[in-house]
């Protein structure tokens, strides 16, 4: 009698070519995992090393369960018949769970992630962990050798304590019978085959202990249960389908796949049966969670959206729930699907939650950089994603499949079709019992397109058209809150641009000022005009000395002459006063400038116009006592001060017409506002009365009372409560400003300043540590291909030595090679100390260790600038106790400055010195020096004189030290001297 023969080619066939690619055979894994009543799945995939975890903390399996079901294909279909096996084993402590694995080959997927796997189970019986591990490996290879059968390949099955996973020789041992198995069939096999299956073998390198050790939980600790698979190699293609993206903006096929495999999002729906997550280890640093809660939409972002809409569409397929505009209270809302004629439909019932954002930051209430965020999260995972049992039916969600016509509806009417899947999150919740004519099709590829699911289609079709029209249409029967605070938003936004635009002209006008002030200063122009006022003046006395004018004519010229230099001086002293404008929020920079302005006009006032302005009046004192001139000093004193007098007269006169002025723009806007107010709702309430005048003999019957009523009583309350706000908000502005007049009261233009002032200050540092994150990233992973290249450099040099020692001609280019090699690493492993990663306790630093640190980095380029660097004895003997990461940055860039610097001098040495002043470092140079407008400024973020800067550094340096209790500043400038920057201890 004949028979079946099963191949071993049969597992191939059955399982690694029927599954598409990699992210869908870990989405079998993690149905297999909720299968097993798991309440987590996760896998952590190492690059460098290709290996490949997943694990979950599921029921598990006996090695009697392993080996009848998970080695038996074809299991679960027949539970339950009186010829199968016994149904497999239930969670009673959670809901029961239908079985999505229902052709019990989803095992075989992991053939398409990897050759190789270690499988490691414990199971839980009776509600307790057993007190062993099962274990097995399997070189999927095997199975797709020709002419080998099924029952030819051995699968070794090991058991461990529960106590002690298996290490690496348990796992070799293991490896070392399949081995053997392929010894026994290698005369019917290709010798290449054997020996690439022999070298997977040879590569195994997987020891569970002590991968357990930095994996943390799922495990077997204590009454752990569940299954974990170490794949190793990897399919290197996986990272090709994590990484590539067709477009930015778009989801990866990993992705797309993988992303929402439960519904996370939604905080009204029932929590999760499992959760899932797939973690990226790039390098050494924290992974990257490709899938998983942080990835996919969160609650939290679920909820802090504009609009919401929740509820269930009955057996009829009408909808009965409940819809939220703009975080208001929610609506009771019921939409009716026209197509069911009394019948129940044949999809069922399900739930229906969504969360809409508005597409532009001035319509949302959402914070504008939270909104960008969301919206980029929105377009590659937005739209409605289906959950059946609480798990994802695929492909449905995600912004590239369109199945209810959504963004085709957006592109045909964009002026009236509100929905788009950028702008939506949301889930529908479907069970097996209410939805079970919605089935899946054979690839799990969507559902069969019968009319369960075109009757699904169309009640969710109807619902967005529906509700679009009714809430979020310009005249829709519920859109009036929608329109209210739409409108209210924009106008806030225009206030706020308006606002800006007036704010930013002023801005950069006292900018502008200040600078011209500073480039004066600088110059040296405003010392030396005051100084000519002097020169200027003691000539003309002189002129008037050797004229032969009678004595009292020179006394009264020489007074005015003094006159005339005392008004050049206060000229030269408004010309240099600045006035900072009122109400205007400053950034840092300008802010900055400002109070370097106000230090350094009071001390040009101070040091140089007042003692100017006495030395006119003493040389004139002694001019007219030398030459014995009558000039009254009595009326010469009242002509000074009565001038200052009159000035301070005329400038507070100006300011009193000017403020009466604007009072009486004021009244004059104001009271034209009410009238204008008073007169529309006069015209409205006339209006109406005309009306009701023509329909006070109308019968009854010609019209609708009810209607009637309620048209006039509207008209006449929209175009009140317009006017009335129109009125409220110029009383309540006015009401502002009478309390800041009083007595102790708020100035509101002062707080207005101050709360501007905060929101530009928040914004900059924002932008700056949004930039240094990016920057820290970048500078992570060069950081470690630089490793990995120069270690790979490394390996090869030393296998190139034995060649070159035997090939004279080649010696000459090896060492060459060997030489520059060596410079390089070398100056690579001055860096080691900049890692605070490497270090695990604070050490105690020398200012010598420092020097010689910074000396070595900057040899070359020292040198090459003719730049010297040197160190007193008390910088050499400080100890400071810390992180090397922590202080030689900070050196590295202020040494790296002052070489910068100093080297633009000519004719001149430039010259660095790390100096100890008191209980402080300091590191001074000969260069150019600091401007004045720059003492300030020269620590905040992107601020550089450089050419070609990134104006970082120092921002960075002064912040790191803040963090460990140390301060960096910048001595006063002194003209013709360089900088010295000071780190000092901040005393607790």
């Not at 002694?622 to 001038?643: E, Q």
């Not at 690579?828 to 010689?852: C, K, M, Y």
């Amino acid at each position: 009698m004949a028979k079946f023969h099963i191949r071993a080619r049969t597992i191939d066939l059955l399982g690694r070519q029927q599954i598409a690619n990699i992210s869908t055979a870990i989405s079998e894994l993690f149905k297999n995992a909720h299968d097993a009543y798991a309440t987590t799945a996760e896998v952590d995939y190492f690059r460098d090393d290709g290996l490949f975890v997943l694990r979950d903390n599921g029921l598990g399996m006996t090695r009697t369960d392993f080996e009848e079901r998970w080695l038996t294909l074809g299991t679960d279909s027949k539970v339950g018949s009186s010829a199968g096996l016994n149904r497999p084993a239930v969670d009673k402590s959670q809901e029961p769970r239908p079985l999505l694995g229902e052709k019990g080959i989803g095992r075989l997927a992991i053939a398409v992630i990897g050759r190789q796997v270690l499988v490691l189970t414990r199971a839980k019986v009776s509600g307790k962990a057993e007190a062993t591990i099962t274990a097995a490996y399997i070189h999927w290879g095997l199975f797709e050798l020709p002419g080998i059968d099924l029952e030819e390949i051995t699968i070794p099955v090991e058991t461990f304590s529960a106590k002690a996973l298996p290490d690496h020789d348990d796992v070799q041992a293991m490896v070392d019978v399949v081995r053997q198995n392929l010894d026994n069939l290698s005369d019917r096999i290709e010798d290449n085959i054997v020996t690439q299956i022999k070298q997977d073998m040879d590569a195994f390198a997987v020891d569970p202990r002590d991968t357990a050790d930095y994996l943390g939980t799922p495990s077997f600790d204590g009454q752990g249960t569940g299954t974990h698979f170490y794949i190793l190699p990897a399919d290197e293609i996986i990272q090709e389908d994590i990484d590539l993206r067709e477009e930015p903006t778009k989801p990866t096929r990993f992705e797309k796949n993988l992303i929402g495999f439960t519904n996370t999002m939604t905080p009204e729906f029932r929590k999760p049966k499992i959760v899932t997550q797939f973690r990226d280890h790039i390098d050494e640093g924290e992974p990257i969670e490709r899938v998983g809660e942080k990835a996919f939409f969160s609650p939290n972002e679920f909820q802090q959206v504009d609009h919401h809409i929740r509820g269930r569409f009955d057996e009829y397929g009408q909808f009965h729930g409940k819809v939220g505009v703009y975080q208001t209270t929610p609506t009771e809302y019921v939409l009716n699907w026209d197509n069911a004629d009394g019948k129940p439909t044949k999809c069922g019932p399900f739930d229906f939650s969504i969360a809409v954002i508005q597409p532009t930051p001035r319509d949302s209430l959402v914070e504008p950089t939270e909104h960008a965020l969301i919206r980029r999260k929105l377009e590659r995972h937005g739209g409605i994603y289906i959950y059946k049992d609480g798990v994802r039916v695929q492909p449905y969600g995600g912004p590239d499949f369109d199945f209810l016509d959504v963004e085709r509806r957006r592109n045909l009417r964009a002026g009236t079709a509100y929905y788009s899947f950028r702008n939506i999150m949301g889930a529908i919740e479907l069970t097996s019992g209410d939805n079970a004519n919605l089935v899946e099709k054979a690839g799990r590829e969507g559902f069969r397109e019968d009319k369960a699911y075109r009757q699904f289609r169309s009640i969710l079709m109807n619902f967005f058209i529906q509700s679009a029209a009714d809430f979020f249409g310009e005249k829709g029967k519920y859109s009036e809150e929608w329109n209210e605070k739409r409108n209210e938003l924009q106008h806030l936004d225009d206030v706020r641009k308006q606002r800006e635009k007036h704010s930013r002209k002023k801005k950069n006008a006292f900018a502008t000022q200040l600078e011209e002030f500073f480039e004066k200063l600088d110059s040296g122009t405003l010392p030396l005009s005051a100084a000519n006022a002097l020169e200027t003046l003691k000539s003309r006395v002189e002129a008037e000395l050797n004229s032969k004018k009678p004595a009292q004519t020179k006394a009264l010229a020489i007074a005015r002459l003094e006159d005339e230099a005392k008004q050049t001086i206060d000229k030269i002293r408004k010309d240099s006063a600045i006035t900072k404008p009122r109400g205007i929020g400053l950034n840092n920079k300008i802010r900055n400038n400002w109070q370097a302005y106000q230090s350094e006009f009071d001390r040009f006032v101070k040091r140089t116009l007042l003692p100017t302005e006495k030395k006119i009046e003493e040389f004139i004192t002694s001019t007219i006592h030398d030459n014995k001139l009558n000039l009254d000093p009595g009326k010469r004193l009242y002509a000074a001060v009565d001038k200052h007098a009159k000035e301070a007269f005329t400038s507070i006169k100006s300011l009193r017409t000017q403020t009466e002025e604007s009072l009486t723009d004021l009244t004059k806007i104001i009271r034209e506002n009410t009238k204008n107010s008073f007169r529309t709702v006069s015209k409205a309430v006339d209006d109406v009365r005309v009306e009701l005048e023509t329909l006070k003999d109308a019968k009854q019957t010609e019209f609708d009372f009810s209607a009637k009523r309620e048209e006039f009583e509207n008209s006449v309350s929209i175009t009140f409560e317009k006017e009335s706000e129109n009125l409220r908000r110029i009383s309540s502005q006015l009401e502002a400003i009478l309390t800041s007049l009083q007595k102790d009261g708020t100035d509101f233009i002062e707080v207005t300043e101050a709360l501007e002032e905060e929101v530009v200050a928040l914004r900059e540092r924002q932008d700056a540590d949004f930039e240094l994150a990016q920057i820290g990233m970048a500078l992570n992973t060069i950081n470690h291909e630089f490793g990995k290249t120069a270690g790979s450099l490394r390996s090869g040099l030393r296998r190139m030595k034995s060649w070159a020692s035997a090939n004279p001609e080649m010696k000459s280019l090896y060492d060459d090679m060997r030489v520059s090699f060596d410079h390089l690493d070398n100056y690579l492993a001055l860096f080691n100390p900049l890692d605070r990663r490497l270090q695990r306790t604070a050490v105690q630093i020398t200012g010598h260790e420092i020097f010689r640190f910074v000396s070595n980095l900057f040899e070359k380029r020292l040198e090459r600038h003719s730049v010297k660097l040197s160190a007193d004895q008390g910088f050499r003997e400080h100890v400071i106790e810390g992180f090397q990461a922590d202080f030689y940055p900070v050196f590295v860039n202020l040494v790296d400055n002052a070489i910068h610097w100093t080297s633009a001098k000519k004719n001149n040495q430039g010259q660095i010195e790390l100096t100890k002043d008191g209980d402080d470092l300091c590191v001074k140079d000969n260069g150019r020096g600091v401007s004045s407008i720059d003492v300030l400024n020269i620590f905040e973020m992107n601020f550089t004189r450089k050419a070609g800067g990134r104006g970082m550094g120092l921002h960075i340096s002064r912040q790191a030290l803040e963090r460990v209790g140390y301060e960096l500043t910048l001595d006063p400038p002194i003209q013709g001297t360089g900088a010295c920057f000071r780190i000092s201890r901040v005393s607790q």
